[in-house]
Structure formats: C-alpha cells, structure tokens
C-alpha cells in the first residue's frame, strides 16, 4: 500500500491514486520565457501550468502487468474538477479494454 497525502497524491512518485489500482499523472502546458511546453507532472499543477489531459496507470484485464493511457481535452474529454478529479466521458484503454470512469478522485470501472 502507498502513503498518499489528502490530495491522493503518492509520496514516492506524485501520481493521483485512484484506487482500484489506477493512478493518473497530469499533463500540462506550461508557459515558459514566452514558448508553451507540454509536460507530464509529478504532482497537482502549479498556477503556471494549465491541465491539458492526464496519462492513466492500470492493471491489465488480464492480469498480465501494468498498461497505461492518455486522456486529453482537445480530444473530447473535459475535465470537470482539479480536486477531486473528475473526468467525463469515461476512458477505454485501446490496448488492453479497461474501461472505467475517475469520478470525485476515484476510479469506476464501467
């Protein structure tokens, strides 16, 4: 088991634990010296960095190891809260089909 803060962010890497065993870090553009970068974040943004979209950590279906996928803004997504994260519509890994919802900082599966 990981020791997480009251954000849900893990001590060890900074991913979001969403239970479940899925975790998600947040990707972010960030302005910096006047050129917009995109990064993937440790931790909960800062105020220069808007959220763009997050890369989701899960267990295979199968049982097989550990998967990983992306949702982001620009592709449908919208991202209703920071905190707790709340994500719509729900996120269907096209590798490995776990599917599910990140609701109020929780992961649901569908």
């Not at 010296?33 to 990064?39: D, E, L």
């Not at 994260?85 to 990140?102: Q, Y």
Request: glycine share 12%; proline share 8%.
């Amino acid at each position: 088991m990981t020791d997480t803060d009251s954000h849900g962010y893990t001590r060890d890497t900074g991913s979001i634990d969403l239970g479940s065993a899925h975790s998600m870090d947040w990707v972010a553009r960030r302005i910096t010296c006047g050129v917009a970068h995109v990064v993937v974040l440790p931790g909960p943004p800062e105020p220069d960095e808007i959220p763009i979209g997050g890369h989701l950590y899960h267990p295979r279906p199968d049982g097989e190891g550990r998967c990983s996928s992306a949702w982001m803004m620009d592709q449908g997504w919208k991202l209703i809260s920071t905190d707790p994260v709340t994500v719509t519509p729900s996120l269907l890994c096209r590798r490995c089909g776990d599917h599910g919802f990140i609701r109020d900082g929780r992961w649901v599966a569908a």
